[in-house]
């Protein structure tokens, strides 16, 4: 039997209602229990690819090809659930496929309304695809009391009743501040919070309380009082040093008993933590720091880089060392001498991004690893500045730019016309739609087992690379490296030593000569675990240590 976790925020947003979720799952899953999260998200937006990394943070891509909210890497980070199209939906998808059955006539000239029909289609996602899973936990987003949020409370509400009794549960996750004038922790927004979700028709279960300071037993009695749950159902939720710890410490405060409690069941397995307390002694034991220097476009806001962030520190797990990341604004280099702010870095990271604002900045600190034997990391938009870099400076290509940019006289990086998914040939235009029309998902790469990029993959622990060195990784991009450059920039030590299938799209690159030089089309971070560190990572953060035993 499925059940089903509905997991709700209130007060303020960025409660951390996604690590919550997904911490969750992963002590389900230490007690033996299969799990599957989902994210409801109210905008409109029909899903999250065309909007600023600024104002939404990263988007994150599945294997299928869906552009997601960046929830979902934490749900696959936290439990090692590949996560789906079928996993994520926003208000604008269901309104979109709601009107698409209207105009076709599906409704039978009946009214179409926010009840049933918009409360239909939101139940009909979360009970898809959900068979042979011990728990699904949806995460709802936004905060109780936004208008936009409503049709998805209507819908988990129903949900609870049309469901058998006893499978489904509801988490509410609420702000407990402290006031430093009253020098006391207010539980009033957490009882309005909940008045709030009440008069909707859910009643709470479970209260996860956030708050910077432990929340004194009284008032815990108090909440539970005034929100009408069980005194031992308010779980207290404090700051921890890393997210890694979260579900070391949401276990010792009993969330995932309590869970388990109001689905009757008390014979749960003991949760096996050892992996939790393993990563959380790497973390808090490490022998030594590297310095990282992440040269990106949307540094102030560094949610846009959240996987990326999570992947070097992934990587600093598997070297027993801390990263010390060092985010800096790549128009910064486009400064004369600004670039010697890389100095002392243990290695340079230029992640994807679109659009010309910054890119000779990027160039610029390609440069700098290149020619002073930095370790270099490009990643997407990352490996196309690179590519750009060497055709200029080294192939003598004086022109080389990226049609993304406009016309150029050697363009070594070009729009993506055409490519093959599955047996389906893909074409794209330039005045196409933006959104999802990117070459987006998993896709196979074929290694050159000579390469150092061969090694790592053989060596990692990510393994996906089989004897023939086959690689699966995950795209987001709609420029690519022209091939027709390849005979050029090898004569000059840029090895092309991952291909498509087909041998007609470069995926990695590779300088020779130099300590760690490597550059990748896909986003290797999306794949990354803290229990298993993407081998590119891990084999970057070991050549920045080397790096750093130099100095």
């Known amino acids: 039997m499925t059940r089903y976790i509905f997991i709700t925020g209130g007060v303020v947003s960025s409660l951390g209602k996604g690590l919550a979720s997904a911490a969750l799952g992963a002590l389900l899953q230490a007690r033996g229990y299969s799990v599957r999260l989902r994210k409801l998200d109210p905008y409109l937006n029909v899903d999250p690819g065309t909007m600023s990394p600024t104002q939404h943070g990263e988007v994150y891509v599945t294997d299928d090809g869906a552009e997601t ?51 239909d289609a939101i139940k009909a996602f979360v009970l898809n695809e959900t068979e042979g899973t011990d728990f699904i936990l949806c995460e709802i987003g936004g905060t109780v009391g936004d208008i936009e ?43 309005h919070s909940v008045k709030e979700l009440r008069s909707i028709g859910i009643q709470p279960d479970v209260l996860l309380c956030r708050a910077d300071r432990t929340i004194p037993a009284h008032e815990q009695r108090k909440i539970a009082l005034f ?66 220097a992440v040269v990106g476009k949307y540094t102030d806001l560094q949610d846009a880089y959240k996987s990326l962030g999570e992947a070097l520190v992934h990587g600093g797990l598997a070297n027993q060392v801390k990263v010390e990341m060092q985010w800096i604004e790549s128009e910064t280099f486009e400064q004369p001498d ?32 290149r020619t002073k034997n930095v370790p270099y990391f490009g990643i997407c938009f990352g490996m196309q500045m690179a590519v750009i870099e060497a ?25 993506m ?75 000059v030590g840029l090895r092309f030593s991952g291909l498509s299938p087909d041998g007609t799209l470069p995926e990695i690159v590779e300088l020779d000569g130099h300590p760690w030089f490597i550059g ?30 130099l100095v």
């Open 149 to 191: 949020s409503l049709p998805f409370l209507e819908a988990i509400r129903q949900l609870g009743n049309d469901l058998p009794r006893g499978q489904t549960a509801f988490v509410h996750a609420t702000l407990v501040p402290y006031i430093a004038a009253a020098g006391e922790l207010k539980t009033k927004p957490t009882q």
């Open 69 to 119: 909210d960046l929830d979902l890497g934490h749900y696959e980070r936290f439990t090692g659930v590949a996560s789906r199209q079928s996993d994520n939906v926003t208000t604008g998808r269901i309104y979109q496929q709601i009107l698409a059955k209207e105009r076709r006539g599906d409704f039978l000239g009946g009214t179409v309304q926010v009840i049933p029909h918009v409360t």
């Open 227 to 292: 929100c009408n749950v069980r005194e031992s159902a308010v779980i207290q939720a404090l700051d921890c040093r890393s997210i890694y710890e979260v579900p070391l410490a949401y276990h010792a405060e009993g969330f995932d008993r309590e869970v388990l409690e109001v689905f009757g069941i008390d014979d749960a397995p003991e949760a096996d933590l050892s992996r939790w307390r393993d990563i959380h002694g790497r973390i808090e034991s490490p022998e030594g720091t590297v310095k990282i």
């Open 391 to 415: 055709a200029r400076n080294l192939a003598g290509l004086a022109g080389a730019s990226s049609t993304e940019f406009g016309t150029c006289d050697d363009p070594v990086v070009g729009l």
């Open 417 to 491: 016309t055409e490519w093959t998914e599955g047996n389906v040939l893909q074409t794209r235009g330039i005045d196409d739609d933006k959104g999802g029309t990117m070459r987006l998902g998993q896709y196979e790469c074929l290694l050159d087992a000579g390469s150092k990029v061969g090694g790592v993959y053989a060596n990692g622990a990510l393994g996906n690379a089989d004897l023939e060195q086959a690689i699966w990784e995950r795209h987001r991009h709609r420029y690519e490296v022209n091939i027709n450059y390849r005979t050029a920039l090898e004569a």
């Open 338 to 369: 600004a670039v010697q702010r890389l100095e002392g870095v243990d290695g340079i990271l230029v992640p994807g991004g679109f659009g010309e604002r910054g890119a000779e900045g990027k160039i610029a600190a390609a440069t700098f690893a």
């Open 520 to 549: 990748v089309q896909f986003h290797p971070e999306l794949k990354s675990k803290p229990f298993a560190p993407h081998p590119l990572f891990a084999s970057f953060i070991a050549a920045a240590v080397d790096q750093m035993r």
